[in-house]
């Protein structure tokens, strides 16, 4: 599965056919993506492959770890290595042919916005759950 950014400069290939996918509802990802979440998925390092671009991508990290990789030509945000793990966060939004995808987690649904209406399926988290149970429910199909 591919995924690019706006203008096509960024590219990027996953190795996992169909990730479970999650919803952020924090503020900051409201801000990021200028809507209710951002939704996106944790993907294994070695599943993960750029193709092209990564010369085009610029970074902002805030003092507590929140990273926005993104496309310096169109602004479009890119995949980017989850902190020190070995994975990769991956905008949902970039993948390309991607067939049918589940959104199976939803994070700091007690930051969303007021207009935001929740879907009654999935796991939801008033914050957010450590990393590794973040990523068991991820896993868990």
């Given at each position: ?26 503020t900051l ?10 939704t ?9 492959r ?7 991508i610029?970074s ?11 496309c310096?030509?169109?602004?479009s ?5 989850l ?15 991607a ?14 916005a ?26 868990s199909?």
């Amino acid at each position: 599965m591919r995924g690019r950014c706006l203008c096509g400069r960024v590219v990027f290939e996953l190795g996992e056919t169909r990730p479970r996918l999650y919803q952020c509802h924090c503020t900051l990802c409201q801000k990021q993506g200028g809507s209710t979440s951002n939704t996106a998925a944790i993907i294994r390092a070695e599943h993960f492959r750029w193709i092209a671009g990564q010369e085009v991508i610029s970074s902002w990290i805030k003092d507590t770890g929140f990273r926005s990789d993104f496309c310096s030509s169109c602004g479009s945000p890119v995949p980017n290595p989850l902190r020190n793990t070995p994975y990769y966060w991956v905008p949902a939004g970039l993948l390309e042919e991607a067939g049918p995808l589940e959104v199976g987690v939803h994070v700091f649904v007690g930051s969303k916005a007021h207009w935001d209406v929740l879907p009654p399926t999935g796991t939801q988290y008033e914050t957010s759950p450590g990393l590794l149970e973040f990523i068991r429910q991820l896993q868990s199909q």
